[in-house]
RNA sequence: GGGUCAUUAGCUCAGUCGGCAGAGCACCUGACUUUUAAUCAGGGUGUCGAUGGUUCGAAUCCAUCAUGACUCACCA
């Protein structure tokens, strides 16, 4: 027996503790081997009628007991809902009811036994025989509030799915979500991939990266902050269409909408732009939402989203004019564009082109407004290192920003194919790596290289995947829908 | 990183002006063979987040710290 003097128990876990003792003692195993229900609540549930008068096995967690002297009822829980049960004395035996009268509430049992109805008309298992399949130790939350306190939901996630059915909803719904979009693009040919996630140079997006260290190599890595630059050496490689879902890590800060991994789907599509991709965004959420929740008007924070295509498309100069009255096209020079953002209230230092200052009122005076899916286009060249030149005005780009609820779902360019161009904007960006902005892009010299093999004009997507699937699931908080969500270690 | 708020029984929460630590559920004992937030009778199980301070006396007032939530900044 362990030494309860050394661990931190209470009066109730103690309790369970000495139970376990006592089941041992009478040779009843606490942690049983392999059970094989026929069936799952749910079953019995949606079709009453197939089942009614028929012995069904099923196996799961005891939620609620209800003693009632020779009789009991209870509420078994298992992946699909709960189930009432029902045990008699004189049905199970002497040995078995004493044995289901010591039961807690959290223990798992498995069971046989014929379905019927109550005389006020609850679905029940008349239980035949049982045992039992694993002793809990701790106990529940209160059956009626709960665990509502967030910080020990998202510590002990296993709690909150076991006592808060919705929260199990949430993370089936993100599941058929990712399946959808994998189902989707492999129908078109796409390929999934997996790219490294340790990277020699941190690229692909503008962010802090974490460094780790390998000892053998005895060099430092970064965790990868977006898979980009790696995909696109697939696409000069052949591969005509790919995509990755998997994680990207940042070092920054954390809040309802930042965790600091993050799921992002990126796709390529080789002799494709960024029109193709505004198509396949609003194709595929458009599509998500109709398998998933079965309408393309979904609801988020009081407001009706209508992800029906097409979604209005507007440049981010016409954004900003539209919004604030400041034409872009009309102010030419840095000088100009920073005496507009002063006289607006922008922030902005001395050191600003004209493009970021674009930025910055876009940022500062539009984003907000954006409520309804929206694509905002052609994004300055100074805040876009990756993305290919517009033959029309060489200082924007052939980008586009997906907004929904005045989040940037996507971020998607005309991808650069200009190997002496993506150089130079690789040393501007190293120039403003040493003057001081640690967001600033590496030179990755390889995907130089592999540029200059020749990529065919690729259209290139990012979609926030966590984001995609609070709207969808009208989750609050990014917490809500990653399911071990990062913490401060306890103590 | 800044601001605001929170932390009391296993869970959900009260706790007034600084004066014996409370409720519901859970749990324990007993009754109960169709209950369903079962019911009935009895039982309170606690390092009031931590450490200092003020005070005759602190869950309560003050300071610092810890953790979290919300929010602002940064970012996707």
Not at 144 to 159: A, F, I, S
Not at 216 to 221: C, G, N, P, V, Y
């Amino acid at each position: 027996m362990e030494n309860l003097d050394q661990l931190e128990l209470n009066e109730l876990m103690l309790q369970r503790r000495r139970k376990l003792e006592e089941l041992k003692a009478k040779d009843i195993k606490p942690y049983g081997n392999k059970f094989s229900p026929t069936h799952h609540t749910a079953d019995i549930k949606h079709n009453f009628e197939e089942f009614v008068g028929k012995e069904v096995s099923l196996a799961g967690r005891l939620m609620i007991i209800r003693g009632q002297g020779k009789a009991s009822f209870a509420e078994l829980a298992d992946m699909t809902g709960k189930i009432q049960i029902y045990l008699k004395k004189n049905i199970i035996g002497e040995d078995l009811y004493e044995l289901f009268s010591s039961l807690d509430i959290g223990d798992m049992i498995g069971l046989t036994g014929e379905v019927f109805k109550t005389k006020v008309g609850e679905i029940t298992i008349r239980v035949n025989v049982f045992e039992l399949l694993s002793k809990s130790l701790r106990p529940l939350p209160d059956k009626y509030h709960g665990l509502k306190d967030k910080e020990m939901r998202y510590r002990q996630r296993y709690v909150d799915l076991i006592v808060n059915p919705e929260v199990r909803d949430t993370f089936v719904m993100r599941s058929k979500i990712l399946r959808t979009i994998r189902n989707y693009l492999d129908q078109q040919g796409f390929l999934e991939v997996e790219t490294p996630m340790m990277h020699p140079i941190s690229g692909g997006a503008s962010a802090r990266p974490f460094v780790t260290h390998h000892n053998t190599l005895d060099i430092d890595l970064f965790l990868r902050i977006a898979p980009e630059l790696y995909l696109k050496r697939l696409i000069v490689g052949g591969f005509e269409r790919v995509y990755e879902i998997n994680r990207n890590f940042r070092n920054e800060g954390m809040s309802y909408k930042h965790n600091p991994e993050f799921t992002m789907l990126e796709l390529y599509q080789a002799f494709a732009d960024y029109n193709d991709m505004m198509e396949l965004m609003e194709n595929l959420c458009c599509h998500v939402a109709q398998e998933v929740l079965g309408t393309t008007k979904v609801t988020y924070q009081g407001h009706v989203i209508d992800l029906t295509p097409p979604w209005r498309r507007l440049s981010m100069i016409d954004a900003v004019k539209e919004y604030t009255g400041v034409d872009f096209d009309q102010i030419q020079t840095d000088e100009e564009a920073r005496k507009a953002a002063k006289e607006h209230g922008i922030e902005v230092d001395d050191t600003m082109p004209r493009g970021k200052i674009i930025n910055e009122f876009f940022e500062a005076r539009v984003e907000e407004h954006l409520i309804q899916p929206v694509f905002i286009m052609n994004h300055p060249v100074e805040i876009s290192p990756l993305a290919k030149r517009m033959v029309e005005d060489s200082r924007l780009t052939y980008r586009f920003e997906a907004f929904i609820f005045s989040w940037e779902m996507c971020n998607a360019f005309s991808e650069l194919n200009d190997p002496i161009d993506q150089r130079e904007r690789f040393l501007a960006q190293v120039a403003q790596r040493e003057a001081g902005d640690d967001e600033a892009q590496m030179m990755d010299e390889d995907f130089v290289r592999a540029l200059e093999y020749g990529m065919p004009p690729t259209g290139g997507i990012g979609i926030g995947i966590d984001r995609l699937i609070m709207v969808l699931t009208e989750s609050h908080s990014i917490r809500d829908v990653i399911l071990f969500p990062t913490m401060r270690p306890e103590k």
